[in-house]
């Protein structure tokens, strides 16, 4: 098998867990790896405190130890995390010790005395498996996830076609006197439906825009109040909801560097919500507070709320929020996913609090000198 050659910047950020109880081989060893970020520990229970807390990329242990043997420990970390990458020490050449270790997932082991030049290679063998391994359960996520977007897309684009093809055939069978008043108003209904498929569409196309330069912020001075003002001009949610009550109320802010159309994205998907989740009459404010460090705006309504259930899965790709059970539910759910991405990427927080029937209310919070990722 061809081993996979890590640069000098990688390994400087591999970490690696040295564990056996004679501290003059884990020195001997982490000099050797000196390339890496090693951390040691002398027995079964301090390797497990260190693994929880540093999840190193790599645990080389000892099979021998008071308290515990390598065969338990390797046990342990598999079940912290399945895809560790584990190699076992061994002075004894025992067959049963070897095949125990490779039965309970052990990458690989390695004979006492150490040959430093055979403990690199197999390392780097191990990492380079956990790493084909990575990629690969990352392309089936991906794989997964674009199957379950295919058949969202499958699932939301049915219902308006359906009507619409309905309502078509129903006007070649000669089934509507074009002068009665249902025909009008199924008209008006087909002329919606209409619609909804084109923001559908458009929907798709400012998803796919925004996938495309995800991890790219263009930043420049901007007014939250001249933001969060566009967003309500726009909201096509608060135009279904003229029953709802709107409270904002604009306040001398400083200007805070933003990607105005990120943040813009984002504060339309909390707000949106906020009229979708209302009745047909209600409250929805927003508010924005200046502190020292950063600004807040808080959205909140008088709507359905979320149950606590839900609450832990809002911010899940495609999952949406259902409260009356409909299974009609519009949009993709992404909103929620990329909003609270996009304040990420400024070095802020979204936040959701909520309770069935008594609304919801949105903490967005950013730095007024943000921390801009990459």
Do not use: W
Not at 31 to 54: H, I, P, T
Request: glycine letters at 6%; a negative charge.
């Amino acid at each position: 098998m061809a081993v996979l050659k890590r640069n000098d910047q990688a390994k400087s950020q591999t970490s690696i867990l040295i564990v056996d109880d004679e501290k003059v081989i884990r020195d001997l060893c982490a000099r050797a790896l000196m390339e890496y970020r090693v951390f040691q520990a002398g027995n079964c229970a301090d390797a497990v405190r260190v693994y929880e807390k540093e999840r190193t990329d790599l645990v080389l242990a000892d099979v021998m130890m008071p308290g515990g043997d390598g065969i338990q420990l390797l046990r342990q970390i598999k079940k912290l995390d399945p895809n560790a990458a584990v190699i076992i020490m061994t002075g004894f050449a025992d067959k049963e010790i070897i095949l125990n270790a490779l039965k309970e997932g052990a990458d690989d082991f390695i004979s006492k005395p150490l040959n430093l030049l055979q403990l690199k290679t197999v390392m780097e063998k191990a990492l380079a498996r956990n790493q084909l391994k990575e990629e690969l359960a990352t392309l089936k996520q991906l794989d997964r996830l674009k199957s379950n977007f295919l058949s969202l897309i499958s699932h939301k684009l049915r219902t308006p076609i359906t009507a619409i093809s309905l309502f078509l055939q129903n006007i070649q069978r000669g089934v509507y006197d074009t002068s009665d008043a249902l025909f009008l108003q199924n008209v008006n209904l087909i002329n919606e439906e209409a619609a909804y498929l084109n923001r559908m569409v458009n929907d798709l196309l400012t998803f796919s825009q925004m996938m495309e330069g995800s991890s790219l912020l263009h930043v420049e001075p901007c007014d939250l109040n001249i933001i969060v003002g566009n967003v309500l001009q726009g909201s096509r949610e608060a135009l279904r909801k003229p029953g709802v009550t709107t409270e904002f109320s604009e306040r001398h802010l400083p200007a805070i560097y933003l990607d105005r159309a990120k943040i813009a994205f984002a504060l339309q998907q909390v707000i949106d919500n906020a009229y979708k989740f209302s009745g047909e009459t209600g409250r929805v404010s927003i508010h924005i507070r200046d502190g020292e460090d950063n600004l807040t705006v808080i959205v909140a309504d008088s709507g359905a709320g979320i149950p606590q259930e839900e609450l832990t899965r809002v911010f899940d790709k495609f999952y949406q929020i259902d409260p009356d059970n409909t299974g009609q539910v519009r949009g993709f759910g992404l909103g929620l996913f990329y909003a609270r991405e996009f304040v990420r990427q400024h070095g802020g927080n979204l936040d959701i609090a909520s309770e069935a029937g008594k609304g919801t209310s949105v903490t967005i919070t950013l730095p007024v000198q943000p921390t801009v990722s990459a």
